[in-house]
């Protein structure tokens, strides 16, 4: 089992991402949470799908238990240090720190069981001057460097369009859980794992990371353009806008052959990625005239015969409507009793031997699991009555 304890806060997908990867492979997860309003993305909205289910908690907590308890209080702690003696992983986004107020740090409960991974997420890691600092995913790809590269040249600041800074810290997180569950099968011992999203953000920086660190290059925000590569980047045709990638000079001699150029790949200035990027101006003024001539649906269609790559630019239906997305079955439909509605969720993007995980349960509502998992905790009916009725705990569902 995992327990999954999220903070009242901050950091409220990325753990539950990773968590609900860990769901998707098999894991039994249990989400803890806080009595009366729970996960606060339970009330991001609208749109709602129930009184206690939104559309953003829907997103990234499938195939969970809810259990909600007061960790505030001894009889909660209790409860949770319960859990924690026959779990393989506890995963908790607390500010570092939180949690030994009430005795439930790793230093605090590794005692109970010397297998636990203890899996920590924080806005800055456990230690270091930033660590007690709150965290969320736009502030942290603002400091961590992402917003000074993206958006448009000379443009005001851009934020991705969703929170990717938490996305790859939560992908970071449950890697690092697998691995430590893998070294756990060598040692027969836990660890504690220290996921850091502003150190997450600053690994995202990848190539523009290395330009800087070896060469002094300070990124700055290019559009959809590329700093080492052209043609790489969206271009307007003359019914929308299409994004071409001739990532390499046989991609880009098959572009001057699709656009009826075939001498412009020979030309001194053009010949090479090295030239292309040093006379990208001069380039792009003739591809920008060129694509205009033509709607997106020909240029995609012409592409389909050469090596280089151009797509027309989704929105989120026609990207959901996509025949690759419509055959690969990418999105699933699982029924809530409790709320009474059907949720649609996108699924797990890993196949193994060709088949899907296949493991797709409603997102859970607030306290639905809360009695089931008390009761195999050894809680009589008339204890969990007296738990709740003290507010301990809250059932629901």
């Keep these: 089992a995992v327990v999954s304890t999220q903070s009242t806060g901050t950091r409220v997908l990325a753990g539950p ?28 909205g609208p749109p709602f799908l129930s009184p206690s289910i939104s559309n953003y908690f829907a997103c990234c907590n499938r195939n969970k238990k809810s259990v909600v308890v007061d960790i505030t209080r001894l009889e909660g702690q209790s409860i949770i240090r319960k859990l924690i003696t026959n779990s393989d992983v506890l995963v908790e986004n607390f500010k570092p720190g939180t949690l030994s107020k009430y005795n439930l740090h790793y230093e605090g409960i590794k005692s109970i069981n010397s297998k636990l991974i203890y899996a920590s997420l924080s806005g800055y890691g456990q230690d270091g001057p930033y660590s007690k600092q709150g965290a969320y995913d736009v502030p942290l790809s603002a400091e961590g460097g992402l917003m000074g590269i993206t958006g448009p040249i000379g443009g005001e600041p851009v934020k991705v369009g969703v929170a990717v800074t938490d996305l790859c810290s939560g992908l970071y997180l449950h890697s ?9 099968t060598r040692t027969g011992i836990g ?11 600053l690994s995202m920086l990848v190539n523009v990371a290395s330009n800087y660190l070896n060469s002094n290059i300070i990124a700055k925000p290019m559009g959809s353009s590329h700093l080492s590569i052209v043609p790489y980047q969206a271009f307007k045709t003359a019914n929308s806008y299409l994004v071409v990638a001739a990532n390499n000079d046989t991609q880009f001699k098959d572009l001057c052959e699709a656009l009826g150029w075939p001498w412009l790949a020979s030309n001194p200035m053009f010949s090479t990625n090295e030239l292309r990027v040093d006379n990208r101006v001069e380039l792009l003024e003739l591809l920008n005239k060129r694509f205009l001539e033509e709607t997106t649906e020909y240029w995609t269609e012409v592409s389909k015969s050469y090596s280089f790559t151009a797509t027309p630019i989704n929105n989120v239906q026609q990207a959901f409507e996509h025949p690759q997305a419509v055959y ?50 050894g809680y009589s009916n008339e204890e969990i009555r007296e738990l709740e009725k003290k507010k301990i705990i809250e059932t629901g569902g």
């Excluded at 690092?176 to 756990?184: C, E, F, G, P, V």
């Design 191 to 201: 660890q504690h794992i220290d996921v850091s999203m502003f150190s997450t953000q």
């Design 176 to 184: 690092s859980i697998l691995a430590a569950l893998y070294q756990r």
């Design 328 to 377: 690969s079955n990418v999105v699933k439909t699982v029924h809530s009793k409790s709320d009474n509605v059907d949720i649609k969720v996108v699924g797990h993007p890993v196949k193994f031997d060709g088949n899907d995980p296949d493991r797709y349960e409603a997102p859970p509502s607030l306290g639905q699991h809360t009695s089931d998992v008390l009761q195999e905790l």
């Design 17 to 44: 991402y990773a968590t609900m990867n860990l769901c998707d492979l098999g894991a039994s997860v249990i989400k803890i949470e806080r009595p009366l309003s729970g996960d606060e993305t339970r009330k991001w």
